[in-house]
């Protein structure tokens, strides 16, 4: 499911909010043969991606178990993913931009993501609980803001330049990206 909400709050500035839900269910949900989805891809969730993990930031008394870095990227994958958007935008170029009509469609950007993935195998890892808070697991949302530049590359793509916050991280401050994605 994807539902998602535009709201324009003045003419060059607008809202938007996206709730996505994507997941396995049935008696092969949790096959093995079949990979996980992972929530770490910026057009999901910023700040969680899979390159800006690494186990240089842990701790050299702390074993990689217990390390928080390891912890985190293991909650980005499971056999079903939910995802949280919001964004505030301010059009910069085009028709209805700060700056008038351009040559290429321009907005800086407010985000909040938090997204959770989970799965139900207890029966296979019990010492694992990867449910989601709400079926009294362990697993709990995920969540980022930041801010950044994004460039409509003629209706086909994204590109973004951002900082994000990743604040279920404790090891990873802030940080300057870039991604290409789909739009939202």
């Given at each position: 499911g994807d539902l998602r909400g535009y709201l324009?709050?003045?003419?060059?500035?607008t809202a938007g909010v996206r709730l996505l839900h994507y997941g396995r269910y049935l008696s092969g949900a949790e096959d093995e043969r079949l990979s996980r989805l992972f929530l770490g891809y910026p057009s999901l969730i910023r700040?969680?991606?899979n390159g800006s993990f690494s186990t240089d930031r842990c701790?050299?008394?702390v074993g990689l178990e217990q390390c928080s870095e390891i912890q985190v990227y293991d909650q980005l994958f499971g056999s079903r993913v939910a995802v949280m958007n919001g964004e505030l935008r301010l059009s910069l170029f085009g028709p209805v931009g700060v700056f008038g009509s351009g040559f290429l469609p321009a907005d800086l950007v407010g985000f909040y993501?938090?997204?959770?993935?989970?799965?139900?195998?207890?029966?296979?890892?019990?010492?694992?609980d990867e449910r989601a808070w709400f079926q009294g697991g362990d697993r709990e949302p995920l969540r980022s803001a930041g801010a950044g530049l994004r460039f409509n590359l003629l209706g086909f793509a994204l590109a973004e330049v951002y900082w994000v916050k990743p604040f279920d991280r404790p090891l990873r401050n802030g940080y300057l990206t870039f991604s290409l994605n789909s739009g939202f």
């Amino acid at each position: 499911g994807d539902l998602r909400g535009y709201l324009r709050i003045a003419s060059p500035l607008t809202a938007g909010v996206r709730l996505l839900h994507y997941g396995r269910y049935l008696s092969g949900a949790e096959d093995e043969r079949l990979s996980r989805l992972f929530l770490g891809y910026p057009s999901l969730i910023r700040g969680y991606d899979n390159g800006s993990f690494s186990t240089d930031r842990c701790p050299p008394n702390v074993g990689l178990e217990q390390c928080s870095e390891i912890q985190v990227y293991d909650q980005l994958f499971g056999s079903r993913v939910a995802v949280m958007n919001g964004e505030l935008r301010l059009s910069l170029f085009g028709p209805v931009g700060v700056f008038g009509s351009g040559f290429l469609p321009a907005d800086l950007v407010g985000f909040y993501d938090a997204g959770l993935a989970w799965s139900t195998n207890l029966d296979e890892t019990p010492d694992i609980d990867e449910r989601a808070w709400f079926q009294g697991g362990d697993r709990e949302p995920l969540r980022s803001a930041g801010a950044g530049l994004r460039f409509n590359l003629l209706g086909f793509a994204l590109a973004e330049v951002y900082w994000v916050k990743p604040f279920d991280r404790p090891l990873r401050n802030g940080y300057l990206t870039f991604s290409l994605n789909s739009g939202f």
